[in-house]
């Protein structure tokens, strides 16, 4: 599963194997969400479940009736480039196990947000990056505390 906010904002992340549920896709983003998205998915009745059971605004795009942008606003095109760009990286290694799934997602997003740095400062970042402690802290947390 991929999502991608309007900041370049990028997460990735194994939601299960197949046609995932709406409960696996709560999983992966549902404490990720601020309470201001609005959710703007390809036209699987998964995605369609899931804004409904969280109550979030859902704009569908559907790709297949040649519609790309919606609203001249919403569209899905940052994530379908993610994906193409993520498969054909993935190609190099002939196949990957599905539990080191989310190891390759981390890395292909590590390169694609540091993508403008020469490799010398890639490097670098990659090790600094290796050593930092996670934090997952939600939008509204900040919001709450001012």
Request: aromatic letters at 10%.
């Amino acid at each position: 599963m991929v999502a991608q906010d309007r900041n370049g904002n990028i997460l990735s992340k194994m939601a299960g194997r197949g046609r995932i549920t709406a409960d696996e896709i709560d999983q992966v983003l549902g404490k990720c969400l601020d309470e201001e998205i609005i959710l703007c998915t390809g036209s699987a009745t998964n995605y369609k479940a899931f804004a409904k059971q969280k109550g979030i605004p859902h704009e569908i795009i559907n790709a297949n009736k040649g519609k790309y942008v919606k609203k001249g606003v919403y569209h899905i095109q940052h994530v379908n480039a993610f994906h193409q760009r993520l498969k054909k990286w993935m190609e190099r290694f002939n196949g990957v196990a599905t539990k080191y799934m989310d190891n390759y997602l981390i890395w292909f997003r590590f390169l694609e947000l540091h993508k403008h740095l020469d490799k010398q400062l890639r490097k670098r970042a990659i090790v600094l990056d290796a050593c930092k402690k996670a934090n997952f802290t939600p939008v509204r947390l900040f919001k709450t505390a001012s």
